[in-house]
């Protein structure tokens, strides 16, 4: 007998809504996944848009109603990858229909949101998946391998960044990105750096926050000015429920920097880093190698890293962002046959908003706080 099939719905073409295809097109060729994945139905704003993706994206069906494809009986899984301010609204209509919903990040713009989101998701009997995609590198998963391991003895100190430059022109015009209502670095940039931070040394307990707006006013498109209220750059001391301590930064005006998303972890016996840019390697240091030998060795990704060997049998030819994508697919999809646990539902997507502004609560009150439990 053939495996079930899993007819997909995707809601946006940009960016990640191709990154997306990739995802479901390569994990299906490079997982033995539990479904038959059928690139069923994609929407995008107008009929226009979205038969055009269809075609070139692979779809069979194509529109410009994201409603008609969330109540389409045939769509097992709607895939929310537009703008933030669609997520919720999009997400639980998809959880209403009874599908499972894969839903971009952040999942919504404020906490708030993300909540009914959550309690949305556990109400309805299916699975979701929120796009913190960086988790799933085979070399970030060696590093909490590691760390889990001992390998670096008592873990003491993280300190991680997320910095692009994507708005580090003055004259770059106030978005979305600038809404006092969700938008800023952190919610954008920060919520990664703090996905990974977790992800690698467990739950932050506290946070000290500063956010910086850098770039006061931006143009509002008619010839005049907008004020800017939201976060150019933020930092935050953190402090870990396992006694470690951090920091984290959060900038989009980091001028020159495309995708910085690193970190370095030091423990008792040894040290950890990581840089995004180079994001097949991991450097670790261990204070047991002899006087005169020590220092920071390179591991290259390869077949010993899973699932790095499922997309090349050669070590040191590396992966690249939208295999990330494909990883990500694959334990999500075993996660919707219930074979593994969800690897970032909607109750961490949530978490992860509460973290955010936490650290910008922390910073206007100028003062340490808790994220809410
Ligand atoms: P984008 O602008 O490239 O694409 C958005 C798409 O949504 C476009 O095709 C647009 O036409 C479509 N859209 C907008 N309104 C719509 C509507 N009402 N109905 C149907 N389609 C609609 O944006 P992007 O860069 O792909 O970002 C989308 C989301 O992905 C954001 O939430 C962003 O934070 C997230 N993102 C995640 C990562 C990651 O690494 N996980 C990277 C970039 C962006």
Excluded at 234 to 260: D, H, V
Excluded at 296 to 301: L, M, P
Aim: net charge negative.
């Amino acid at each position: 007998m053939g495996k079930p099939v899993l007819n997909v719905g995707l809601i946006g073409t940009g960016f990640m809504g191709k990154t997306h295809t990739f995802g479901f097109a390569a994990a299906s060729r490079v997982f033995d996944l539990p479904f038959e994945v059928v690139l069923h139905t994609v929407a995008d704003r107008t009929e226009d848009l979205g038969r055009a993706a269809a075609q070139s994206l692979g779809f069979r069906h194509g529109t410009g109603d994201w409603r008609r494809l969330v109540a389409d009986p045939e769509i097992h899984l709607v895939d929310v990858t537009t703008p933030n301010a669609f997520h919720k609204e999009m997400s639980l209509a998809g959880l209403a229909a009874g599908k499972h919903v894969y839903c971009e990040k952040p999942l919504a713009p404020l906490a708030s949101e993300a909540r009914e989101m959550a309690d949305a998701a556990d109400l309805s009997g299916t699975k979701t998946q929120v796009g913190f995609n960086y988790l799933c590198n085979p070399m970030i998963g060696l590093a909490r391998e590691m760390i889990e391991a001992g390998e670096l003895g008592e873990i003491r100190t993280f300190r991680g960044i997320h910095a692009e430059d994507y708005m580090t022109d003055a004259g770059h015009p106030y978005s979305f990105r600038n809404d006092p209502v969700g938008g800023g670095v952190a919610a954008d940039l920060g919520s990664h750096i703090l996905a990974t931070a977790e992800h690698l040394m467990g739950p932050i307990a506290q946070v000290l926050g500063d956010a910086v707006t850098a770039i006061a006013t931006r143009p509002d498109g008619k010839g005049g000015s907008l004020p800017v209220a939201t976060d150019d750059v933020t930092r935050a001391f953190l402090r870990f429920e396992n006694g470690a301590t951090g920091s984290i930064e959060a900038s989009w005006i980091a001028n020159g920097r495309k995708m910085q998303h690193d970190f370095e972890i030091y423990g008792s016996k040894g040290g950890l880093i990581f840089s995004q840019e180079r994001f097949n390697e991991l450097h670790f240091y261990r204070s047991e190698d002899p006087a005169g030998r020590q220092g920071f060795r390179r591991i290259e990704a390869g077949p010993a890293h899973p699932p790095y060997g499922l997309f090349c049998v050669a070590p040191g030819h590396q992966l690249g962002f939208n295999d990330l994508k494909a990883i990500e697919v694959a334990r999500y999809l075993d996660a919707i046959a219930g074979t593994a646990p969800e690897p970032f539902n909607f109750r961490k997507g949530l978490h992860i908003q509460e973290l955010v502004e936490t650290i910008l609560r922390s910073s206007r009150e100028a003062r340490w706080l808790s994220p809410a439990a």
